[in-house]
């Protein structure tokens, strides 16, 4: 099989994504289109030119570059219907990608934040556009809540303090994401032990930027249920103990961790040793727009790269299934167990 072929076996191949948040999943054909229809700005409005601003590549890999793409991002949405777009778009680009699992996590802050919507308002619309996408294409779609440690504390609170309102419906999890290296997490975990007493699943993104103490405080003084990433864990035998016993998955990203810099190459990453170590494991895209991946090219990378079968790859999906945060597991089972067994 060539690559081009592969690659086609990937994207008929279902997929389960635990780890993908919206605010990376806005393409540069997305954001131009857009831009054209209900305005904002850009630094550049047409594909190739803007391309250079939200995605990396190889050449210059770094944690900060990588979080400094955001930032485009971050003051564009002119409107309601904006949002609600690049909303229904990235559930239809994960469907087309025959993802048929999705937890899409993203933080309302983003969204809301310097264009002056009301956070509450922002959940409602991407709520109601996930909704219609994921019915629309086939697939289920699960959504997480993120917080910026890098939006602060305070911002953070009122968030959770909303969402653990909501009505049953709206999310299924707490994340924690942003610059690992310059704010600690620490001090929101009163917030995160709030979150699981309102019945939220916990998925930390620790281990990254940051060393495999990161993991250990996601599951000692978070609880984590699942890690974001994690994949420095395999620095220190005892944090690899400790997940393998209390069988906390890690959400793997194989691309994204070169883009940040925590590894060289994907040809050198960890995850088979992971793996072998007997940790639950899960192949994500974390930020497709950003690092211009998809689901389909990343098994790609798996396969031709770290040697990984298709057998291997099935078992894979199952895991991820059973440390899904959907909230009838029993359902979600009937629906796509079949798939990989
Ligand atoms: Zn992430």
Redesign the pocket.
């Known amino acids: 099989m060539d690559k081009k072929e592969l690659f086609e076996h990937m994207r008929a191949f279902p997929k389960v994504d635990l780890?993908r948040?919206l605010e990376g999943s806005i393409s540069a054909e997305t954001l131009v289109r857009i831009a054209s229809k209900y305005g904002g700005t850009l630094p550049a409005y047409t594909v190739e030119k803007l391309r250079p601003h939200i995605q990396m590549d190889s050449e210059s890999p770094g944690f900060s570059t990588f979080l400094q793409k955001f930032k485009v991002y971050r003051g564009f949405y002119p409107c309601r219907e904006a949002i609600e777009d690049v909303a229904y778009t990235a559930v239809m680009d994960a469907a087309l990608d025959n993802v048929r699992y999705l937890e899409l996590r993203y933080s309302p802050s983003h969204f809301a934040g310097l264009n002056k919507f009301k956070e509450c308002e922002v959940i409602e619309w991407i709520s109601a556009a996930v909704k219609e996408s994921a019915s629309d294409f086939n697939i289920i779609v699960v959504p997480i809540l993120t917080i910026s440690r890098d939006y602060g504390l305070e911002l953070a609170r009122n968030t959770v303090r909303y969402v653990s309102q909501l009505p049953h419906g709206y999310f299924y999890g707490l994340d924690i994401?942003g610059d690992e290296v310059v704010n600690s997490a620490k001090p929101f975990s009163d917030l995160f032990a709030v979150a699981k007493k309102a019945g939220l699943n916990l998925t930390i993104?620790a281990g990254e930027a940051c060393g495999p103490k990161n993991v250990l405080e996601a599951v000692i003084d978070f609880n984590a249920d699942r890690i974001?990433?994690g994949v420095r864990s395999i620095e220190d035998q005892e944090v690899i103990a400790l997940l393998r016993e209390r069988r906390i998955l890690l959400e793997l990203?194989l691309t994204?961790n070169v883009h940040t810099g925590v590894i060289a190459s994907v040809d050198v990453h960890p995850i088979r040793r992971i793996m072998d170590a007997g940790v639950p494991i899960s192949i994500n895209t974390?930020?497709p727009a950003i690092s211009a991946i998809t689901l389909s090219g990343e098994y790609v990378e798996a396969v031709t790269k770290l040697g990984f079968t298709e057998s291997e790859l099935k078992a894979i999906n199952l895991q991820a299934l059973e440390h899904a945060f959907h909230p009838d597991k029993e359902y979600l089972k009937r629906q796509l167990a079949h798939l990989w067994q």
Do not use: E, F, K
Request: contains cysteine.
């Open positions: 780890h948040h994401a993104h974001g990433h990203c994204s974390d930020d």
